[in-house]
């Protein structure tokens, strides 16, 4: 079954019976929102990649292609939502009002987190694959239990899928009704294995299996994909229990800075999908209804800008973490497991100091 779209490659505009009057409430004003959502997005993504390669990050993990399927689930999302992350979900953490600056610490290595999850209702990255999805099916029943409103959402890949974590997840999940939303961004592989590697069916397909509805849309089609986000999230907050959300996306660019998608991917593809980029996609809907100007572009622009320009300041001027900050903060109170290590690691460190004189 092909994807559900609101918006085409070309910019023309799909009346979907069931999508398209839940977005009816995006005028001009709002898609032009959007549309700014997305390019501030990928400018921090390719700010944040050069930082990498400039030796200032340890590792970074690129969104280039599936900002559309980021911006518009998080724009979904109410205030009281919990969104329970994987490690790619910088254009979420972005909507959702984390500083960009923030955003860096985990990958340069200066904290053990990044922000605190409970201001953003967003947890830092999972490098875990998949073990995202069991937090928030736990979250998401234990809510429901205190009677609470709010619902969860939970982001993964399409390889994610092949781990047991997943499974786990909508077992329990459609077996509780738990109020939680799983938003699969399938961007066709799973480092170097490509999604018919992992399924033989659709991923939508594969949440019917466990009983939990299941809606395929285009991931580089920021309506389709705000308006199936809000559909399964008001589902959830009405005690209708879980849904997954395919979105059909693609990787542009490698699975993290330390690989190389040239050694299993045909170059042929990425140009074939370069014609769905959601950015361009927006541009020119936006370009067809004639309220693209000059001006507007170059604020957007400027915007952006400024914004990797903050990034790229505050990751310069972190303060690096002296070696005993490692323990700091890995327990609200102190534990007498961890002063104890922490006596061990300062002995070990003082064993390369030397004898004096």
Not at 10 to 20: C, K, S, W
Request: charged content about 25%.
């Amino acid at each position: 079954m092909a994807p559900v779209q609101l918006v085409t490659e070309d910019g023309l505009r799909v009346d979907d019976q069931e999508l398209a009057p839940l977005v009816a409430d995006i005028d001009t004003r709002r898609l032009l929102d959007l549309y700014e959502d997305l390019v501030v997005v990928r400018r921090i993504d390719s700010e944040a990649t050069a930082l990498q390669r400039q030796g200032e990050l340890g590792l970074w993990a690129p969104l280039l292609g599936q900002e559309a399927a980021q911006v518009g689930s998080a724009r979904a999302l109410a205030e009281d939502d919990f969104v329970f992350a994987s490690y790619r979900e910088h254009g979420v953490a972005y909507c959702r009002g984390v500083d960009p600056t923030h955003m860096l610490r985990f990958w340069r290595g200066s904290t053990h987190s990044g922000w605190d999850p409970l201001q953003y209702r967003m947890t830092t990255p999972a490098i875990i694959v998949g073990c995202q999805a069991l937090h928030a099916t736990g979250y998401a029943m234990g809510a429901q239990l205190e009677g609470a409103a709010a619902a969860t959402i939970t982001y993964f890949g399409d390889g994610a899928t092949s781990q047991g974590d997943i499974s786990e997840a909508f077992g329990f999940a459609a077996s509780f009704q738990a109020a939680v939303v799983f938003f699969c961004q399938n961007n066709q592989w799973a480092i170097s294995e490509p999604v018919s590697l992992q399924t033989k069916v659709t991923i939508a397909e594969r949440g019917r299996g466990f009983g939990i509805p299941s809606v395929r849309v285009d991931g580089n089609d920021v309506l389709a994909v705000l308006a199936a986000t809000r559909a399964a999230l008001a589902g959830a907050r009405e005690g209708n229990g879980p849904m997954l959300i395919e979105a059909v996306t693609y990787r542009m660019g490698p699975h993290t800075t330390s690989d190389d998608p040239t050694r299993y991917r045909n170059s042929a593809l990425d140009e074939e999908w370069k014609l769905k980029d959601p950015l361009d996609r927006i541009k020119k809907l936006l370009e067809r209804e004639g309220v693209l100007d000059d001006t507007y572009l170059a604020r957007v622009q400027a915007q952006a800008d400024a914004t990797a320009a903050e990034l790229r300041r505050g990751c310069l001027e972190t303060v690096e973490p002296t070696a005993m900050s490692l323990f700091d903060h890995v327990y609200a109170d102190p534990h007498p497991l961890v002063d104890d290590e922490r006596r061990q690691f300062e002995t070990y460190l003082a064993s390369f100091e030397g004898p004096t004189r």
